[in-house]
């Protein structure tokens, strides 16, 4: 009797044990999983192919002011207006027909090295030519670095290099996650893509923390879908109960559109739409 009540006893014990280690296990992945869902952040975006944007640059300074001049082949910076800044670039200019500068990506990465200076790219590629900058004119207040949000550097063609070249040169929507948190890509919608296929760039989540030695960025295609032109193109990443998506790594910038400058890309009327969740 007292062997089976032993028995028992050490049945009860292991059974609390059972109890106790699994079930908080459980419960916290729920809350896990409602914490999850609850910081995540859902986005969606319109641009319109008239209104692309390369870069954001700011300044952090201790001047008033700092404001660009864009002249096709090079970028001179003023701090403040009028004032050559000599830490930007050598003696206040880029030249960016130079090896060193003539991505964007390149150019954005020397001017976020600058103490007084900070760039992240916004519908531009790492590997997009700087001379699609869109030529700008240094006016004090209008193109204000240090204004709040910075200034945001419109992309053109490139075909003619003058100020008044509003041309587009790529219809696009491109995505700096917040710090720490991926992109999960749902669906786009594209109107026109002359011709082009639809393309994302980016770096996928199953590619995070590779050290196989291959460089994956925005300049990567991870989607490429073949559209005809002059119609709306619908592309859904999910399955059919909205669930899943096209996942990036942690802090990748991610580029929707197309990858040329085709003269049907040149319509206000085209545009793109998207809808992710950052998380």
Known sequence: MKNMTKMCQTCGIAALVLVMHFVPVRAENLRDLQVKALNAVYMS????????????????GSSTEAVLSIEHLRIVGYAP?????????TAGVYDITAAAYDTMGELCDAIDD?????CSLLDAKRDDDTQKLRDQVETSGTNDLKASGGFRVKEDTGASYDVSDTNVFANRIGITPLTGRRVLLKECKYFNLGGDNFKVFGKLRKWEGSDDGVTRDDTTVVWNQGATSQTLLTVTFTDANGSGGLQFAVDEHVVIGNDTDAATEQAATNSVLCRWIEE
Do not use: W
Request: hydrophobic share 35%; no cysteine.
């Open 81 to 89: 207006f009028n004032v050559p800044d000599a830490n930007f670039g």
């Open 114 to 118: 600058l103490s007084d200076y900070k």
């Open 45 to 60: 975006e319109y641009r319109a192919s008239n209104n692309p944007e390369a870069m954001l640059l700011t300044y952090v």
